[in-house]
Structures are given as structure tokens and as C-alpha cells.
């Protein structure tokens, strides 16, 4: 009773707190959690984290709990509460609706004719127990994805008092902790490159939702206010297809949205839109999320053609092909894992390959060039970090585990047996890891030997 009164009142306290007094609270609370894509300062990093070396399909599992459906959206983390999103296929076709089933095109596996059911979950993160389950939207999608892609590849972001979930062409929808719809949003209806499929994820700041939205049709990058989800503004982008998520960041007194693109990097202000700074130069079908150090942001790409731009926030207009860029590299880089940059050394893989460099984030300066990482294949999560050490998952669902250092060695080799795409998401002695049919906790377990 004494537990219920107290969620109680800290639900009550919650909703009494002005939008400033929520901002400082979430604020104190944001490094303790990891509410996004990437965790709490969007670069794969856990401040206090201190997760196992080893662990196995029966070792240092804590529990493990199936997942309907299918999705490579990462898990996020507040408090005890774990968000996952998922697309549950069902048996059912619409009936004389031609224009739900479009032919199939491009490299992707062809539309589907049944409908998904578009779903947000909760698991209570101390027992891996569902705690809610919502379906956001049950409808057939209008277009194919790629063989490796799902219809759930966008991960969600909270603020400690909204769930902000975006399955893309299927809606942007926001959900209180308890699981109730408090708003949703209709952008449109994408056309990916080559029937790829969709997966950007939104990212939340101050109050503000940031929305990516490039594909083969009108691109645009959108604010939303969190609370209403009314627009707060809409910049048009020359932009193809990009699978992106923004990074935001406080500097000098303003917010900038940076993002990835085909064409050009480029910088928005958070309030207004307004177009910062934008460099060109990139390779095509960007992924990798930017990092940061200091005044720097790190931009890559790594598919027909390896691009890497070090580019300091003060910038202003386009600096493509000038001095204003810092230092920059052209081979190396990768396509889908985002980079990791940790304690001064940034960590970049090549492509899709487990092909480790190591670099001087301010100099660029190679620390060491191109080493293959053993036991690992085709990378799709990426990276995170904590207690010294950084573990890089396969899509074998391997994940190796290095020290951190110019030429980090390897502690551990660690098997799950399940394909692995999402990103792992790191809360003290705990790892959450979404593999293809499991979310799974992570823990040292009593008595275990964890080989340091």
C-alpha cells in the first residue's frame, strides 16, 4: 500500500510540474536512464554503467521474454519501465482494395497484402514482465522493405512523462508511462529508395520532437510540440532516402538538429529552423548517427564511397570544400553502425564490416588503421559503452567485448545464439539486448566469474 500511495503521488507531482520545473527534473534524472536511440547523450555511451564481460544463453542472463512480432527498433530504458516497439503481422487482407497492394519494386521483398498491427510495449525492467500493450496502428503497409528491415525499425524516446513512438508512414503517436494514447500524428506516406523500408527515429529535446522525414518523395525535417503534437515548424530538404536520426545539442547559448544526409550535413536551430550550417560531400544512403566532442561533430557515411567530416559547431553557411571543416577522411567509415566516441578516442567500422579504426577525434589522427575484429560479422547494431570497455554485437547476435584503448583488447566473446539489429541500451549492472524473438537483461548473476 505504502508503494502505491508513493507511484501515486509521484504521478500526481509529475503532472503539477510547470514545463521549466519538468525540463530541470528530467534533466537531473537523464543521465540515470537511457530514454533514446543511443542512450542519454545519443552517442552509445552509459556514464555509470557497469555490465558484465560475459555472458551466454545460460550465463549471466537475468530473464529473457519473447516478443511478438518483428522489429530492430532498440530498447529505451526510465526507471523500471523498458520500451520496445514491434510489427505483429496478422492474417488479414482487406478485401477489393487494389491500392493497398502495390506491385512489387526495387530490391525490397515486395509489399505485403496482410495487415501489421503497429505496437508499443512495456516490460517492467526488474522481471522482463509485460506491463501494457498497445496497438497504435493495425493497417497494410504501403510498400516493401528490405529483406533485413522490418516495419519496426524507428526506436522510441521518452521524457520521463511521454513515450513518443514514430512507425514512420503509419503515424507519430505519444503515449503517457501508463500506456495512454495522448496524441497522434499523420506526416504522410513515404517512397524509400529501392522499397527499402523506413527507420529513422524521432528525438525529443526541451519539449520538442524532432521528425526526420527524407525518402524519394517531398523530404522535410519537422518540430513537433511533445505535449500537443502541433507543429512548431517545417524546413523542406533536398534530400533523397536516409535512415538518420537527428542529434541534438546545446552550444553557445542554441540548440542545433544535426542531420545526416545524401547531399549535405546540415544544422537547424531547434526553435525556429532556421538553416545553420550545412557541408557537402557525403556518400549515399546515410545512416550513422553524428557524435560529439567539445565544439566538434563527427558526420559519416560508409556505402559507395567512405566520407567523414569533423565540423565545429560555430560554423555558419556552407563550408563544403572549405577550411571551416576541422579535418576529414575518406575511407573507413561505416554504413549502418553509428560511431562510438569514447573517453578522446572516436571508434569508426568500415561499412557493414567488423573493421575497427581508431582515431584522434581532434586531430584525426590515426591511431590504429582498419583492424579486423575476430569473431564478428555483418554489423548492424552499434556500439555502446561503459566501465572502460565497448561491445560491438553481430547480426549473429556475437558481441565482442574490448578495453578501451588506441588498440583496444579483446576480454570477451559472447554468444546469444538469436540475429541481432538493435542497439543494446546500458542501465548500471544491466544490459538490455532486442534480439529477433527476445528482449533480454543482462546482469551478473551471483557467484558468476566475469573473468576481470
Known amino acids: 500500500m505504502r508503494l502505491l500511495t508513493a507511484a501515486l503521488c509521484g504521478c500526481v507531482l509529475s503532472w503539477m510540474l510547470t514545463p521549466a520545473a519538468f525540463a530541470q527534473d528530467f534533466e537531473s534524472q537523464r543521465l540515470a536512464n537511457w530514454h533514446q536511440w543511443r542512450g542519454p547523450d545519443g552517442n552509445g555511451v552509459s556514464p555509470d554503467g557497469t555490465p558484465p564481460v560475459h555472458w551466454g544463453p545460460d550465463r549471466n542472463i537475468r530473464w529473457k521474454t519473447a516478443i511478438p512480432g518483428e522489429g530492430s527498433a532498440s530498447p529505451i530504458v526510465w526507471q523500471d519501465q523498458i520500451i520496445v516497439l514491434t510489427a505483429v503481422p496478422t492474417d488479414r487482407r482487406p478485401e477489393g482494395d487494389a ?29 522482463g514482465e509485460v506491463q501494457w500493450q498497445r496497438v497504435a496502428a493495425d493497417v497494410v503497409p504501403h510498400e516493401s522493405r528490405h ?20 512507425f514512420g508512414s503509419q503515424g507519430v503517436y ?69 535512415w538518420a ?58 556505402y559507395r564511397g567512405y566520407a567523414l567530416y569533423a565540423i565545429p559547431l560555430e560554423s555558419r553557411g556552407d563550408i563544403t570544400g572549405t577550411d571551416a571543416v576541422a579535418w576529414q577522411r575518406s575511407d573507413g567509415t561505416p554504413y549502418i553502425a553509428s560511431p562510438i566516441l569514447y573517453r578522446d578516442i572516436l571508434y569508426v567500422t568500415q561499412s557493414r564490416e567488423a573493421i575497427l579504426t581508431t582515431l584522434n577525434p581532434r586531430t584525426g ?15 548492424y547494431a552499434s556500439p555502446v559503452a561503459a566501465d572502460g570497455r565497448l561491445y560491438y554485437t553481430d547480426r549473429d547476435g556475437t558481441t565482442l567485448v574490448l578495453q578501451h584503448g588506441p588498440e583496444p583488447e579483446v576480454l570477451a566473446t559472447n554468444h546469444l545464439g538469436e540475429v541481432v539489429d538493435a542497439s543494446p541500451a546500458i542501465i548500471g549492472r544491466q544490459m538490455f539486448v532486442r534480439g529477433a524473438q527476445h528482449l533480454y537483461c543482462i546482469e551478473e548473476t551471483a557467484g558468476a566469474d566475469q573473468g576481470r
Open 99 to 127: 491500392s493497398r497492394r502495390p506491385p512489387e519494386r526495387g530490391p525490397g521483398d515486395g509489399a505485403p497484402d496482410n495487415a501489421f498491427q503497429f505496437t508499443v510495449l512495456s516490460f517492467d525492467r526488474n522481471t
Open 174 to 242: 505519444c503515449y503517457d508511462m501508463r500506456g495512454e494514447l495522448q496524441w497522434s500524428r499523420d506526416l504522410g506516406k513515404m517512397q524509400t529508395r529501392n522499397g527499402f523500408g523506413e527507420g529513422s527515429s524521432p528525438t525529443i529535446h526541451k519539449g520538442t520532437l524532432v521528425v526526420t522525414w527524407d525518402h524519394e518523395g517531398p523530404s522535410f525535417i519537422t518540430a513537433l510540440n511533445a505535449r500537443t503534437g502541433e507543429p512548431k515548424w517545417k524546413v523542406d530538404r533536398d534530400e533523397p532516402t536516409t
Open 365 to 379: 589522427e590515426v591511431l590504429s588503421d582498419r583492424r579486423r575484429l575476430p569473431d564478428l560479422k555483418v554489423l
Open 147 to 166: 529483406q533485413t528491415n522490418t516495419y519496426a525499425s524507428g526506436s522510441p524516446t521518452t521524457d520521463g512523462e511521454f513515450i513518443y513512438a514514430s
Open 245 to 302: 536520426t537527428p542529434f541534438v545539442v546545446d552550444h553557445a547559448g542554441r540548440t542545433q538538429v544535426v542531420t545526416n544526409g545524401t547531399n549535405r550535413v546540415r544544422s537547424y536551430d531547434l526553435d525556429t529552423g532556421e538553416l545553420i550550417w550545412e557541408c557537402g560531400g557525403q556518400a549515399t544512403n546515410p545512416i550513422p548517427t553524428p557524435v560529439l566532442l567539445d565544439n566538434l561533430v563527427y558526420c559519416m557515411t560508409g
